[in-house]
């Protein structure tokens, strides 16, 4: 089997614009949370959200003409494409078939739906975009970014909720340690805050109403109310270790299990033993063939809800047993809000740097303990600590389950 290392990344968040400001920001606990300005909020109870604000996709490189043919999560993930294509190195020997692309989304082109709708309403069927078809669909970021940069080898988009992209990198870390590729974009991205968005998740009561920004999204806290919606994207370049070696890359991790798993429970509830999440993680340390003792940081769904927290802290517990009490839990959705089909990219960039640099982050805003949550979760600010082993776990409606297992690099 191949060993597959992360050679480059790139990340468009409401925290950072790059991977790097979004990684001082999460270590600093500088979240992103704002009321929101993109739409009117007078008919919701939902005020506040993670936006990315004074959006311009031109001033992050992409073509006027073509970002004008693209549905904002697309913009995102073409902007962090780019960011990862020119600090990877020189690409020009690879062969292109053996090169692929796998970045999914969550939701996928939701504002050019809504968008569009409306106009077809008030104008009627013939005004509505020529270009509503591609903008729309889940699978275009995966398209675009491959045209653009001429991958021709497998190209998909996993659909799974709130895991998408922690399952479009634990399917590209397959394909690579399998044979079958040499490199390949992935992770996802989300653009999904509107109206029509926040009143479906607010409905069903899955978001905070709180107004206050500093208590808005406090994972494992027991005045949790709901999440925060977020947007952007992270992607991350994979690559066969001797390939990577042979072109001179820099090597910023490795990548050495992945578990996926489904609790077969409910639409949108957690299964409360934990014990499908429990699997998947137990699952990706068994493929990479370590101890679960030697794991020394998870990086939580952590979303803020009241039931998440309860049960991925049972699921932790069971995979985990009395290390459990040992190894360091956080959530930096505390920071940047949920992310949704983009969260598992973004925050395994996030587990990345924690191991390349040996720094926790911290789970923000955090007062009030729950009984149900006795874990250690790196409450009282960024910790300095070396760490071999991390896990990143993605949880998403429909029982998804996916957890990636993240070594420090050591050549």
């Not at 992360?6 to 979240?31: C, F, R, Y």
């Not at 995102?76 to 090169?99: C, E, H, N, T, V």
């Not at 669909?137 to 988009?157: H, L, P, S, T």
């Not at 042979?246 to 490795?254: K, Y």
Request: aromatic share 8%; proline share 4%.
């Amino acid at each position: 089997m191949k060993r597959v290392v992360i050679t480059s990344v790139g990340a468009v968040t409401p925290v950072g614009l790059d991977a790097e400001s979004m990684w001082q920001n999460v270590k600093q606990g500088k979240h992103g949370f704002a009321p929101i300005s993109s739409f009117d909020t007078s008919r919701l109870k939902v005020k506040n959200a993670a936006e990315i604000r004074n959006w311009d996709p031109v001033a992050m490189g992409l073509n006027k003409k073509e970002a004008r043919r693209m549905d904002r999560y697309t913009q995102f993930a073409m902007a962090a494409a780019k960011q990862l294509i020119d600090s990877a190195g020189d690409l020009s020997g690879i062969d292109p078939y053996r090169a692929g692309v796998i970045v999914g989304s969550g939701i996928g082109g939701f504002q050019s739906t809504v968008t569009e709708h409306a106009k077809f309403l008030e104008k009627g069927p013939d005004r509505v975009s020529v270009f509503l078809i591609p903008m729309m669909i889940c699978n275009m970021a995966a398209g675009q970014i491959a045209i653009e940069y001429k991958f021709r080898g497998d190209n998909f988009a996993p659909v799974t909720a709130c895991a998408t992209s922690a399952h479009a990198i634990g399917e590209a870390f397959r394909k690579i340690k399998d044979g079958y590729l040499d490199l390949c974009i992935t992770g996802g991205s989300e653009g999904s805050i509107n109206e029509f968005a926040v009143a479906g998740f607010q409905n069903m009561g899955a978001l905070t109403e709180s107004q206050d920004c500093d208590r808005l999204c406090i994972p494992f806290d027991k005045e949790r109310s709901g999440f925060v919606m977020s947007e952007g994207a992270g992607l991350l370049l994979l690559e066969e270790y001797e390939h990577a070696k042979a072109r001179g890359a820099q090597i910023l991790g490795e990548i050495v299990g992945y578990g996926a798993t489904d609790d077969a429970h409910h639409i949108t509830g957690p299964d409360p033993e934990g014990d499908g999440a429990a699997h998947a993680m137990l699952h990706a340390i068994r493929e990479a063939g370590i101890e679960p003792g030697e794991v020394g940081y998870i990086n939580a769904h952590g979303t803020s809800t009241p039931l998440n927290e309860q049960c991925e802290t049972a699921a932790i517990k069971r995979a985990f047993g009395e290390h459990a009490y040992k190894l360091a839990v956080s959530s930096t959705k505390s920071v940047t809000g949920h992310m949704l089909g983009a969260a598992g990219g973004v925050e395994a960039i996030i587990t990345m740097k924690a191991l390349e640099e040996g720094v926790l982050p911290p789970t923000v805003g955090y007062k009030v303990p729950d009984e149900l949550c006795d874990l250690d979760y790196v409450t009282e600010g960024a910790r300095k600590t070396e760490i071999k082993y991390a896990l990143s776990n993605s949880l998403g409606f429909g029982g998804h389950n996916a957890s990636l297992l993240l070594k420090k690099f050591e050549g």
